[in-house]
């Protein structure tokens, strides 16, 4: 079981989008919807931002969106904030009630 | 709202166990929709999924630490545990117990987390 492949960094400017990719494989993203994505702030819990690849729960800001294709999921972010700030962690299903994470992926808001 | 909470010692020696428990507070551990689990995070690293487990008892465990890792739900008491053997300077991390949303694969609820330090 090996992690998801993320890019350690991406950077935008305020108002901009960016896109993080979470590159998996046959036995996880690209068989399972189960992927999940998370912000985490640094010395705080990570937070669900997205699950079952594109969908939002309550609560999280319409400028998050996922999507999956193959084996490869992606996390946009429109109309960057200073706030979106933060690291960022893609999770899938790798089957047999197993789960595997990404390396993560730091934004940085220019 | 439910609420979990670690606790356990923050220094263990190398080659000892790490034990940690999870309290669950506000909603019941035996609820059908849910697993409950363990994620941890070295410093300046990313999050490793430990294990997850079902309040009757069925356990699985991440395979590059199943030799390692025993999990344990305790429904008596609303906790669940998690022991780690034979620990390495490898194992000093930030350990966030969960709780694992089923149906659309989500770990929902974290704990603040529990930082847990491998001294030789």
């Known amino acids: 079981q090996s992690a998801l492949t993320q890019p350690a960094s991406v950077s935008g400017s305020p108002g901009q989008s960016i896109t993080i990719s979470c590159t998996g494989t046959?036995?996880?993203?690209?068989?399972?919807?189960?992927v999940s994505w998370y912000q985490q702030h640094p010395g705080n819990a990570p937070k669900l931002i997205i699950y079952?690849?594109?969908k939002r729960p309550s609560g999280v800001s319409n400028r998050f969106s996922g999507s999956k294709s193959g084996n490869t999921a992606s996390l946009t972010i429109s109309g960057l904030q200073a706030e979106d700030e933060a690291d960022y962690y893609c999770?899938?299903?790798?089957?047999?009630?197993?789960?595997?994470f990404g390396g993560g992926t730091k934004l940085t808001v220019l | 709202q439910l609420q979990l909470q670690e606790a356990g010692p923050g220094l263990v020696k190398s080659s000892e166990t790490l034990s940690l428990t999870c309290t669950v507070s506000?909603?019941?551990?035996?609820?059908?929709?849910?697993?409950w689990g363990w994620i941890r995070q070295p410093p300046g690293k990313g999050l490793e999924w430990i294990g997850s487990m079902y309040y009757n008892g069925n356990t699985y465990n991440n395979p590059s630490l199943k030799s390692r890792v025993t999990t344990s739900v305790d429904t008596s008491k609303n906790q669940f545990s998690l022991k780690l053997s034979s620990v390495t300077a490898a194992d000093t991390a930030v350990y966030y117990c969960?709780?694992?949303?089923?149906?659309?694969?989500?770990?929902?609820?974290w704990g603040k987390g529990t930082t847990v330090t491998v001294s030789s």
């Open positions: 969960v709780r694992l949303l089923t149906a659309q694969g989500v770990f929902d609820v």
């Open positions: 079952e690849a594109s």
């Open positions: 046959s036995s996880d993203v690209g068989s399972y919807n189960l």
């Open positions: 506000g909603g019941s551990i035996s609820s059908s929709s849910y697993f």
């Open positions: 999770c899938s299903y790798a089957g047999s009630s197993t789960w595997v």
